[in-house]
């Protein structure tokens, strides 16, 4: 690649389906299997070709922007993180209007809440246009999915099927030889007015570009997970915990505590007289008394006692004392008997 490449992610939602998760933060911050979601979003893009090269590009929200970028500076220093901010919520390629100045060269961009496993190295010598990571699924209905044709090549992109003839839903991650022609689609589709309910979305602008002879490939993925509702958000945080992110060996020695794996509890945790998993992350500085907790993400900070939880997600610094049952809590919120 001559120029360097672009890894966008567009990040402006309001992450309405995560509240009161995302009240105090946005949905890329959100816990998840000792990380945030935004860092496992970072993390697919290790192979690409010539990654110390790479420039990222987030495009942020009106509100609460500032902790995303306080994040990547604490965490990514050395890399190079442009930002662009989308005033008003107006659709993806609307989001993608508003950082064109950053978009140059070759662009791979994914969803902030979307995280596949896949090797991108193969872009050093991919010859197509573009590239859009599928994956078949049993109902196609509540998805977007890509027409191909005979010889391989996407005809178009459609957005929720009426039948179940094409399975090949779209992921939401992106390759784009030239960004600048999908800047140039996103403008014709801003000019013709290609929405839906004020929202411009970026598959109406891609086949822009199909009906102009684009040539845009598909690639398989096996693994397509989401991080955008409670449900979806505990059902990744299982999967990661069992495929590489468990530590339970480091707290084999806790008398007074059962450890039931796959776990993921921070070094600066502390636990006592409870039983721990299996399905849990527990983050920094989280304190667990005489409790049992199980297939939940519970925030730093947290403070636990006496309790029983299942299936629960907690923000930053909540207190629980006495309570059985399911809970979903956002930052600094308290539930005590």
């Given at each position: 690649?001559?120029?360097?490449?672009?890894?966008?992610?567009?990040?402006?939602?309001?992450?309405?389906?995560?509240?009161?998760?995302?009240?105090?933060?946005?949905?890329?911050?959100?816990?998840?299997?000792?990380?945030?979601?935004?860092?496992?979003?970072?993390?697919?893009?290790?192979?690409?070709?010539?990654?110390?090269?790479?420039?990222?590009?987030?495009?942020?929200?009106?509100?609460?922007?500032?902790?995303?970028?306080?994040?990547?500076?604490?965490?990514?220093?050395?890399?190079?993180?442009?930002?662009?901010?989308?005033?008003?919520?107006?659709?993806?390629?609307?989001?993608?209007?508003?950082?064109?100045?950053?978009?140059?060269?070759?662009?791979?961009?994914?969803?902030?809440?979307?995280?596949?496993?896949?090797?991108?190295?193969?872009?050093?010598?991919?010859?197509a246009d573009a590239v859009a990571w599928v994956k078949p699924v049993p109902d196609p209905r509540r998805f977007g999915v890509?027409?191909?044709?005979?010889?391989?090549?996407?005809?178009?992109?459609?957005?929720?099927?009426?039948?179940?003839?094409?399975?090949?839903?779209?992921?939401?991650?992106?390759?784009?030889?030239?960004?600048?022609?999908?800047?140039?689609?996103?403008?014709?589709?801003?000019?013709?007015?290609?929405?839906?309910?004020?929202?411009?979305?970026?598959?109406?602008?891609?086949?822009?570009?199909l009906a102009e002879g684009l040539k845009m490939r598909t690639e398989m993925v096996d693994v397509w997970l989401d991080a955008?509702?409670?449900?979806?958000?505990?059902?990744?945080?299982?999967?990661?915990?069992?495929?590489?992110?468990?530590?339970?060996?480091?707290?084999?020695?806790?008398?007074?505590?059962?450890?039931?794996?796959?776990?993921?509890?921070?070094?600066?945790?502390?636990?006592?007289?409870?039983?721990?998993?299996?399905?849990?992350?527990?983050?920094?500085?989280?304190v667990v008394k005489g409790s049992l907790i199980r297939d939940s993400i519970i925030g730093p900070g947290a403070q636990i006692?006496?309790?029983?939880?299942?299936?629960?997600?907690?923000?930053?610094?909540?207190?629980?004392?006495?309570?059985?049952?399911?809970?979903?809590?956002?930052?600094?919120?308290?539930?005590?008997?």
């Amino acid at each position: 690649m001559s120029k360097p490449l672009k890894i966008v992610i567009p990040m402006a939602g309001f992450g309405t389906r995560l509240r009161p998760l995302t009240w105090s933060k946005p949905k890329p911050l959100v816990s998840l299997a000792g990380k945030t979601v935004l860092d496992y979003v970072l993390d697919m893009f290790l192979t690409v070709p010539d990654f110390d090269s790479a420039e990222f590009v987030f495009i942020l929200g009106p509100m609460m922007g500032e902790q995303i970028q306080e994040h990547a500076a604490r965490l990514y220093p050395d890399w190079h993180v442009d930002y662009a901010v989308q005033p008003e919520m107006k659709g993806q390629s609307d989001a993608f209007w508003q950082a064109r100045e950053f978009l140059h060269g070759p662009m791979l961009m994914a969803f902030s809440d979307t995280l596949i496993e896949n090797d991108f190295s193969f872009l050093a010598d991919e010859e197509a246009d573009a590239v859009a990571w599928v994956k078949p699924v049993p109902d196609p209905r509540r998805f977007g999915v890509a027409e191909v044709n005979e010889n391989g090549w996407v005809t178009q992109l459609t957005e929720k099927p009426e039948d179940m003839s094409n399975n090949l839903a779209v992921v939401g991650c992106y390759y784009f030889r030239e960004s600048e022609d999908l800047i140039a689609a996103i403008e014709t589709q801003i000019e013709k007015d290609v929405s839906l309910k004020g929202e411009y979305y970026l598959a109406d602008a891609i086949n822009i570009l199909l009906a102009e002879g684009l040539k845009m490939r598909t690639e398989m993925v096996d693994v397509w997970l989401d991080a955008g509702t409670p449900e979806a958000l505990l059902d990744t945080n299982r999967y990661l915990l069992e495929h590489g992110r468990d530590n339970s060996h480091r707290y084999g020695d806790l008398e007074d505590c059962v450890i039931i794996p796959p776990v993921n509890i921070h070094p600066n945790a502390r636990v006592s007289q409870s039983v721990l998993g299996p399905n849990l992350s527990l983050g920094e500085e989280a304190v667990v008394k005489g409790s049992l907790i199980r297939d939940s993400i519970i925030g730093p900070g947290a403070q636990i006692t006496n309790s029983r939880l299942d299936t629960s997600l907690l923000g930053h610094d909540v207190t629980i004392t006495g309570q059985s049952g399911q809970f979903n809590l956002g930052d600094e919120s308290w539930a005590v008997k």
